[in-house]
């Protein structure tokens, strides 16, 4: 790729890379990553060959930005924690105002860099949190520095993205007018479970591959392996004999919970991987056909990460728990791409990038 002026990529908020690796596949300079997770550091740099700033954001000022973007065209990108604005917060009613106010920050860093393009990736809620003005006041204050803004909710499928995931995609241009690429794929040709990990070997619960320390699976206790014995292909804790049924399910407020124990369908994309992903009572995290819910590797590949990707530094640092977070909590790789595929063509668009024929 003959890249026309130089360009450099800084990522908030960025937790082991996935909106960087993206980012980074498709030629652009990542040049650093921030987060408040030190856990994330080893995966972040390994993968990304970029510097991460183990840092509270709310402390970065625009200067420490602009030192590392230099004299070249910005590109600030992000996914402030979402967890404020999931679809469990707003039911429980619990935030974290310090991680809503984030928002805030991450405007406040537009602000002080005037980068050239804003990325920004969060949950569709977000649009509408408690029927605030804290997403419209982000659109309001970019469009005040000069900013072309785009939106759009995102079906991950739409793009060859293995799981039912929507998002919040979020672009801010100073050039014109921009938007994300059209969609890559149709209902007919989703990339389902089977395409994603059919091919993977055989493993049981509790158990993991000599050829792949992440193909593991978490031990399941006896009374939980009866469970996913009794519930077939798609089904759930709705089919189980009701000597199996907890307390909590025959009650009516716990009826609505129709996917928790579930397993996953073959044909279909998978359910939107969560922090908790590997664990069979933390929704429809079943294997299809195993005795077991998804393992680590599992995850992963429904997060689209290069298969290369290096999660820890060696066996004896190994921390499943910690990695099924990271996991979780990053954006799929696949969807960095199609962004980064979007800012290219736009940047193209005005002469500021061009690729190799």
Not at 81 to 94: E, L, M
């Amino acid at each position: 790729m003959k890249k026309l002026t130089e360009i450099r990529v800084i990522d908030l908020f960025c937790g082991i890379g996935g909106l960087s690796n993206g980012f980074v596949q498709e030629g652009l300079n990542v040049v650093s990553g921030y987060d408040c997770d030190a856990s994330c550091q080893y995966a972040y740099e390994i993968n990304n060959h970029a510097k991460f700033h183990n840092v509270d954001i709310t402390k970065v000022e625009g200067e420490d930005l602009n030192k590392e973007f230099g004299n070249c065209l910005k590109i600030l990108v992000g996914c402030a924690p979402c967890q404020p604005f999931s679809p469990y917060s707003f039911k429980v009613k619990r935030k974290d105002e310090t991680k809503v106010n984030l928002l805030y920050t991450f405007s406040r860093l537009i602000k002080e860099t005037q980068p050239v393009i804003v990325s920004m990736e969060n949950v569709p809620q977000l649009v509408d949190f408690d029927k605030s003005s804290i997403f419209s006041d982000f659109c309001y204050e970019l469009k005040s520095l000069g900013y072309n803004i785009y939106y759009t909710i995102v079906f991950c499928p739409d793009y060859g993205i293995p799981q039912r995931r929507k998002r919040l995609v979020f672009l801010a241009s100073k050039l014109g007018e921009i938007e994300l690429i059209p969609k890559t794929h149709t209902p007919q040709n989703y990339v389902t479970v089977r395409d994603a990990i059919g091919d993977l070997p055989p493993i049981s619960a509790g158990e993991y591959s000599s050829e792949d320390p992440l193909h593991r699976a978490r031990k399941l206790s006896p009374l939980n392996l009866k469970r996913i014995q009794h519930t077939t292909e798609g089904g759930s804790w709705k089919m189980w004999p009701d000597d199996l049924v907890l307390d909590c399910f025959k009650k009516k407020t716990g009826r609505s919970y129709g996917s928790v124990y579930g397993r996953m369908k073959w044909d279909e994309p998978a359910p939107t991987m969560t922090t908790q992903c590997t664990g069979l009572g933390n929704g429809r995290f079943g294997h299809p056909e195993q005795d077991r819910a998804i393992s680590l590797r599992e995850a992963a590949i429904f997060q689209t990460f290069p298969t290369d990707y290096k999660f820890f530094q060696s066996i004896e640092t190994m921390n499943p728990s910690v990695i099924c977070r990271h996991i979780g909590n990053a954006v799929p790789p696949m969807l960095g791409r199609i962004i980064a595929k979007s800012i290219k063509q736009h940047l193209n668009k005005y002469g500021l990038w061009q690729e190799k024929n």
